[in-house]
């Protein structure tokens, strides 16, 4: 059982308000922290703005701990908690597709949503691309059906993968977050400063 929104706790109608509620919250959150601008996701990429690593590296480690706290404490049933199987090549080759997909149309499938939810046309555009592109795989999975099953790994986590416990990663990660937000801060200022005061001033407005 998961606890406290497990199916023998709450009724199915309420998880589903509940989601609905949080999908709102985080929607809200995002455009709030300025995630509906294409700049702001596009300046990873350019090394001008790296909040969105910052952002993402700090809610994923805050949920593994919140998660490894909970089971440890019994709140949380982590064996109830499915594990998506990995496809090694097809994998490697999505993410390609997918971050030229975040450096062409400057959003991501959240940040596209968020960004049409305030009217922007262009995260209109790239949703319409992605419905697009969703029945083209479709219609062509027959032709590489093959490779999209192969390299199966099997529901693997990283830790165990790496012979680590659970713990033991958790502060490595923290350690890479920690040295990775350095590292970008730096970046960015050397980015920013050596721009022109045009592109500077366009930096300081996406803010």
């Not at 801060?185 to 803010?207: F, G, M, N």
Request: hydrophobic share 55%; proline share 4%; charged share 15%.
């Amino acid at each position: 059982m998961i606890a406290p929104f497990g199916p023998d706790v709450m009724p199915e109608s309420v998880n589903l308000l509940v989601a609905l509620l949080v999908g709102m919250a985080f929607g809200f959150v995002l455009e709030q922290a300025g995630f509906s601008s294409s700049r702001r996701l596009v300046g990873v990429f350019y090394g001008y703005d790296f909040t969105v690593l910052r952002v993402f590296f700090t809610a994923a480690i805050t949920a593994m701990i919140g998660l490894i706290l909970l089971g440890h404490f019994k709140v949380l049933d982590l064996d109830a908690i499915d594990v998506n199987p990995t496809w090694l090549a097809p994998a490697v080759v999505g993410g390609v597709i997918m971050g030229i997909g975040f450096v062409v149309g400057g959003y991501c499938p959240g940040t596209s949503a968020c960004a049409a939810a305030i009217g922007k046309v262009d995260a209109w555009f790239f949703i319409g691309g992605g419905v697009l592109g969703v029945l083209a795989f479709a219609e062509a999975f027959p032709l590489y059906e093959r490779f999209y099953e192969s390299t199966s790994l099997g529901p693997i986590k990283v830790y165990e993968s790496l012979g680590l416990s659970e713990w033991v990663f958790v502060l490595l990660l923290a350690c890479g977050a920690l040295a990775a937000f350095v590292a970008t801060t730096w970046i960015e200022r050397r980015i920013v400063a050596a721009a022109v005061p045009a592109v500077r001033d366009r930096h300081d407005e996406s803010l």
